[in-house]
Each structure stands twice: as C-alpha cells, then as structure tokens.
C-alpha cells in the first residue's frame, strides 16, 4: 500500500548523538510518497558543502551556495521520492571549507582519511538512526515548527536543485510512524564523502572475520542495499577509492548493489594520476568478483571545472534512476 505523507519537506537537527559521545548534524527529508517499505538514503557531501549560512558568508564558498546541504537534501529527496532522506554534517569544517567525518573515519588535516580496519562508525551510523527517530517524535510542535521555518529560509532557488512540491500540512501521527533504524538503506557518497563509505568497506571485512552473524552491527549491513559513490575523492596523495583485493571481494560477497559515477574533474587531473588508476581498479576488481556494478562517466568530453563535479549530484539521479528501486 502506497501512502502519501503530508510531512515537512525537510528539517534541520543538530546535535543528534551516535557511537558513544559522538555527536552530527543532520537534515532529514521526508519521502515524496511512503510505503510499508521505506527506505531510508543516507548522503555524506564533499568538501564546500554546509549549512546555507555557512557557505553565504564564507568569501569562496558562497558562490556554491545552491549545493548547501538543505537543497542537497531536496535535491535527493527528487531521486528516491519513496525513501527518507538523511544528510549527514561533517563534524567539522576545517578553513570553514575542508570537509572532516572522523565520526565515521580517522581524519588528518583537511580531512584526509587514515582507514583502520574498526573506527565503530557501522555503529555511530545505527546509533544516529536511531537518535534521529527519537528526535523527530519527541520534538513538541513548537520545537518542529521552528525548525521547519528554519530550514525553508536556507533553500537557495535554483532550476537545477529546485524542489519538489511537498504538502505543508502534516498529517496526524506521522511522527510515529519513522523508524529510521530498521529500513533498509542506500549510502550516497559524494566526493570527500566517499572517505565514509571506503571506511565502511574496511568494517565489513572486519565484522565478517570477527563477529557473528546475528551481532547488531551485522544486521545493519544486512539491511545495506545499495552504496553510491559520486566522483569520490581528497586531499590526500593515495587510498583515494578502495583497491584492498579482500576488501572488495567482501563488498562483492555482499550482493550490495555498487553505483559509480565519475567526471573528468577527478578521473583526469593530471595532478592526480592515482585517483583514475585507483577508480579503474576498484571497479573492475568488484565486476572480476562478480559484484552487481554500474558505472558512468559523466561530461567526458567536457573541460573538467568545480561546477561539472557538483553538477553529477544532478546527473546520476537522471541516468540512473533503472538502477534507484
């Protein structure tokens, strides 16, 4: 049974607790239409990518204000109108622009990842989940309103982010019924954001050799269909897309569908030869392994610019959309 949900199209939740005293900001999505059986995306952006306010007063960043992480959210709300939407902060900003999830992964400066084989981030991702859902049903009326007033004021109009037309009005209860924690889910990675699902890959090897089963952490990754990684890359010299033979052999053996979309921007920087070397290996290693993978380039014959990288947050939800369900 199909259900449309007149919820908020998407608010704003700070502070949102994971894996022990770790803390992110969020901003949830509500899906376009719901069914028994909503999933829920998780998105981790790239470096630039923060709060509208943030990148409007930041001298540089301001002229990519449009990719905030609000319209982000929209924007893959548009994708996968049945899913929730979940759009992770990093927890800092290094220079206000320098993207750093060492809530999820080991971070040096700017962000650069040191992958270990455990960080628990598996477990702050379910922990997150989880806070989240308790968030949004215990916020009172006022606490949603402001938010929601919040975060409509940090859309930045644009033809290529523009929304979709949600309901304002909330139907009763529908609070209730989120339960962020045991959908199934879809990783999007975009960019710096890749650094999250690489470290991920190192968790599955991890828990499969050491753990069993039944564990918690293993029924997440039992519920993780799809992993998407968007034009990934960072500061650092090398480790850039994961080309561990074991690691991906995991990843295969996991049947989780793997979607890789690229652009010049990355895959043909003379200045870093390694980032196409590494993406060639990582997907055919996975395809040699018999891993469900799909991949494209994106503006192949175009000039690469800062602006053709974000744009693919466009362009795989277009040329992509057989492979979303």
């Not at 719901?34 to 995306?41: D, K, R």
């Not at 622009?97 to 084989?117: I, L, M, Q, R």
């Not at 922990?127 to 930045?156: F, G, P, Y």
């Not at 991920?200 to 952490?217: I, M, N, V």
Request: glycine share 4%; with cysteine.
């Amino acid at each position: 049974m199909t259900e449309h949900f007149g919820v908020p199209s998407f608010i704003r939740v700070t502070k949102v607790s994971g894996f022990e005293k770790r803390i992110n900001d969020i901003v949830y999505c509500s899906p376009l239409k719901s069914t028994e059986n909503s999933n829920v995306v998780i998105f981790f952006g790239g470096d630039v990518q923060d709060f509208t306010e943030n990148m409007a007063s930041h001298r540089d960043n301001k002229r990519h204000v449009k990719w905030n992480l609000e319209n982000t959210a929209q924007l893959m709300g548009t994708k996968f109108v049945d899913c929730h939407i979940v759009v992770v902060r990093p927890v800092r900003m290094d220079y206000k622009t320098f993207s750093c999830y060492e809530n999820f992964v080991p971070c040096a400066k700017c962000g650069v990842p040191d992958h270990t084989p455990m960080h628990n981030s598996l477990t702050h991702l379910e922990k997150l989940l989880s806070s989240l859902s308790q968030r949004l049903r215990s916020m009172t009326d006022e606490e949603l309103n402001a938010a929601m007033e919040h975060s409509k004021n940090s859309v930045i109009s644009d033809d290529s982010c523009e929304s979709s037309s949600r309901h304002e009005n909330l139907v009763p209860g529908w609070r209730e019924q989120i339960d962020l924690q045991n959908c199934d889910i879809k990783l999007v990675g975009f960019s710096k954001g890749c650094v999250v699902l690489n470290q991920f890959l190192y968790e599955f090897q991890y828990y499969k050799t050491f753990s069993s089963d039944d564990s918690d952490t293993c029924k997440i990754i039992s519920r993780i269909k799809q992993m998407y990684w968007l034009d990934g890359g960072h500061a650092g010299g090398k480790n850039t897309w994961i080309t561990s033979k074991p690691l991906l052999e995991t990843l295969a053996n996991l049947r989780i569908s793997i979607h890789v979309h690229v652009t010049p921007y990355q895959i043909k920087d003379d200045h870093r030869p390694w980032i196409r070397k590494e993406e060639k290996l990582f997907s055919e290693t996975l395809k040699k392994f018999g891993a469900p993978v799909h991949r494209k380039i994106h503006f192949e014959n175009d000039s690469p610019s800062l602006e053709m990288h974000f744009s693919i947050l466009n362009e795989f939800m277009q040329c992509d959309a057989d492979y979303s369900k």
